[in-house]
């Protein structure tokens, strides 16, 4: 693979005493989608949150091996999660705009960078409504509350959100596991565009999703990463029989 | 335009593509038989083509298959192209058997006009213009025009047939070239019949209904 964005070596995690992630060995390439699936509790999720390191927040949580974005080990000691999670946008399974403006939830991030320019929030708010497909929908009630808008649109606004800090690679945890199927298709198809400029991974209950938004996937199971490899090869030869299982529903 | 819709117009394109190539591969047949014989290797550049066009709409199939879990009209789409790219494949092989089989018929213009196999030719040539024609314009007249087609050719090349049986009965000498002219017309009828599969696939793809056993005209 030619421009790997994030090389993760033997990484295991601990939750106390459980191991929840077996060193897990992979590439992800840059500017593409990374998907990966796998049944509940396989440690997909856990393994997101490592790419952004959401899990040094739970505090039984040991990491072993090297995470490493465009080369640098963001485990090691030295290095600023703040500065971290600026590059690493996230994206969750419920939406969660703030309880503000439509304008406010975009101007947010970028108001706290420090960019107090209003001509240039104002910009920064009209792209990222754009890339995140929404722009049309909203443009004339940007000072409406965003907790007005319907589930898709809070979706594709909280992807909005995080486009709006100018992020590397963007995580999202079942980004439209709780949206119609439009909204559903909406999502996927942004996904497929947003991959131009951004490194994408998500993790996603639905092979179908995987199948269809995906450049990559991997497989976990039980903590461990079965199988990666392109989706066409994954979705149509898998090497690996619990892959192919799993995909094919024959799973245990 | 979503890349789903993308990928579709894409296989699209390549059935066109396909659809035309086997449409000048029998424009090429019909004149090794009717005038002079065609070089081998423009032949063999053109099935080469025919066989990796079809190949890439196997893949391009199996592709949206697993991928993208197509349904409706897009499902009928997906597996009407599948046969039809079987069909045009099977196509370019008769016109390529029909031009390596003109170059052993021995008086073959006598034989040819003798039993006006130019006409069949032509008619041939016509309803696999028909038949891409109406892959891209899903008009109902065009797909009438390849069914009556069809039974015109069938019934000229049963009259052609017979007509050459009994020339080899009465002259000995002309068993050869007879026999492979038979196999000739039959290959020409062949060509027709998977014209007027490719039809019915098309009218499974836009109204869903399944009609291939219907038509007492087709074979297959």
């Known amino acids: 693979m030619r421009d790997i964005k994030i090389q993760v070596n033997d990484l295991s995690l601990y939750y106390g005493e459980k191991k929840a992630l077996k060193e897990i060995s992979m590439q992800i390439p840059a500017n593409k989608v990374t998907a990966l699936i796998g049944p509940s509790g396989c440690g997909k999720s856990t393994f997101l949150r490592c790419i ?50 439509i304008y406010e939830n975009i101007a947010y991030g970028p108001r706290i960078n420090g960019i107090k320019d209003k001509t240039q929030l104002d910009e920064i708010v009209e ?29 594709r606004l909280c992807i909005a959100r995080t486009l709006a800090v100018s992020p590397d690679i963007i995580l999202m945890d079942e980004p439209a596991s709780a949206l119609d199927p439009i909204s559903t298709s909406k999502i996927e198809e942004l996904v497929h565009e947003l991959k131009e400029q951004y490194t994408i991974i998500i993790v996603t209950h639905n092979m179908q999703q995987a199948a269809r938004t995906s450049d990559h996937t991997a497989f976990f199971y039980m903590g461990e990463l079965i199988e990666m490899g392109k989706t066409n090869t994954i979705f149509t030869k898998p090497e690996k029989k619990q892959t192919e299982d799993y995909i094919t529903g024959r799973f245990g | 335009m979503t890349h789903f819709e993308i990928e579709l117009e894409k296989l699209n394109n390549v059935i066109v593509k396909i659809g035309s190539l086997a449409e000048s591969q029998v424009s090429e047949s019909v004149k090794a038989l009717l005038s002079e014989p065609i070089e081998g290797k423009e032949v063999k550049k053109i099935e080469n083509k025919i066989d990796k066009l079809d190949v890439k709409i196997d893949e391009i199939c199996q592709s949206i298959f697993a991928l993208q879990q197509p349904v409706a009209s897009d499902l009928r789409f997906i597996m009407g192209a ?55 314009t899903r008009d109902e007249h065009t797909f009438a025009e390849i069914f009556s087609l069809n039974a015109a050719i069938k019934n000229k090349s049963e009259e052609a047939i017979q007509g050459i049986i009994s020339e080899m009965k ?43 056993h219907e038509n007492p005209n087709t074979e297959s």
């Open chain 1, 127 to 155: 792209t990222s409504l754009r890339q995140a497909a929404i722009w049309d929908e909203l443009k004339d009630r940007l000072g409406d509350s965003a907790l007005g808008l319907s589930g898709g649109q809070q979706q």
């Open chain 2, 170 to 212: 009465s002259h000995s000498k002309t068993v050869l070239s007879g026999t492979n002219l038979v196999i000739v017309i039959k290959h020409l009828e062949r060509i027709s019949d998977h014209c007027s599969n490719i039809a019915e696939h098309v009218y499974f793809i836009v109204y869903a209904k399944i009609i291939k």
């Open chain 1, 52 to 101: 952004n390191r959401m899990n040094d927040l739970i505090p039984s949580v040991k990491i072993t091996g090297e995470l490493l974005v465009e080369g640098i080990d963001i485990y090691d000691k030295n290095v600023d999660v703040v500065n971290i999670r600026k590059k690493i946008g996230m994206v969750f399974q419920k939406s969660n705009p703030f309880p503000k403006s």
């Open chain 2, 82 to 136: 599948l046969q039809i790219s079987n069909e045009i494949e099977r196509i370019g092989d008769l016109a390529v058997s029909i031009i390596k089989r003109a170059k052993n018929i021995k008086d073959k213009h006598d034989l040819v006009s003798k039993f006006e196999i130019a006409d069949l030719g032509r008619q041939v040539e016509l309803i696999t213009a028909k038949t891409n024609s109406y892959f891209l």
